[in-house]
């Protein structure tokens, strides 16, 4: 019965959220309100249908069991993400936070170009392998083959049937392809990280208190409080300008 009241309280003030806004997309616009809204449609979807299953036989009951699998592992990961925004409100978690989401969105911008380094060798491996009956092999097998060796699962045995000169060069481009994602990519995947968390944990703190914030403003904005509306919309103003104002700062030191 708690647990029903505490979905239908969260249910009503999304719904006042929505309604607050000009359009549905603006709502949406933050990650956390989808992810809310991910949670939101998720817990129902498998609570109701797991309790319908308890009242059928064994094997109808895994069926349904079978089908709410994907729902119910995605929504254990959201849970623990959303989790993430009421952590981030106490200092000895906050800013390592702001660290670790500064470090990820180098990571993101690393694997953007990573993805043109593999997507190079996997096409090649893939039109060598396939260019005999004997050696033939699907694109994803290629793929899953080419991260192993990143991974450190180093196996010939993908080769092995290549003969002649495609043997020669199916092993030139796996040596060429471990040279460069391990002693090029890795290494400079590390830099980045380090130079990043140099640079990002200088300023982690005061993120942290904009961050603090913004999330306080966020739950406690209101309709029925206009005011807190607009003292929130000032602070995302002046949020925005000393964004600014740091990056001017970092090219002249720069």
Do not use: C
């Amino acid at each position: 019965f708690l647990g029903l009241r505490a979905w239908s309280t969260f249910v009503r003030i999304e719904l006042e959220e929505i309604s607050n806004e000009d359009r549905l997309l603006d709502h949406y616009a933050s990650p956390w309100n989808l992810v809310d809204a991910f949670n939101l449609a998720a817990v129902p979807a498998v609570i109701l249908p797991t309790a319908i299953a308890s009242l059928l036989d064994g094997a109808r009951a895994a069926e349904v069991a079978a089908i709410l699998v994907p729902v119910s592992t995605l929504l254990q990961v959201t849970l623990a993400i959303r989790t993430l925004q009421y952590v981030s409100l106490y200092r000895p978690l906050g800013p390592l936070l702001v660290t670790v989401g500064g470090m990820l969105r180098n990571i993101v911008q690393f694997f953007g170009v990573y993805a043109f380094v593999l997507l190079g060798f996997t096409n090649a491996i893939y039109v060598l392998m396939n260019s005999s009956p004997e050696s033939a092999a699907s694109y994803a097998d290629v793929v899953t083959q080419a991260v192993l060796w990143v991974l450190g699962e180093i196996s010939f045995d993908f080769l092995e049937p290549l003969q002649g000169g495609r043997r020669v060069l199916g092993f030139g481009l796996f040596w060429a392809n471990t040279a460069l994602t391990t002693f090029v990519m890795l290494n400079l995947l590390i830099a980045v990280l380090n130079t990043t968390y140099e640079e990002v944990n200088k300023r982690a703190f005061n993120e942290w208190l904009f961050l603090r914030l913004r999330t306080m403003l966020e739950f406690e904005s209101s309709s029925v409080t206009p005011g807190l509306d607009e003292y929130f919309i000032e602070v995302q103003e002046l949020n925005n300008r000393r964004t600014v104002e740091l990056s001017l700062k970092d090219e002249l030191d720069e």
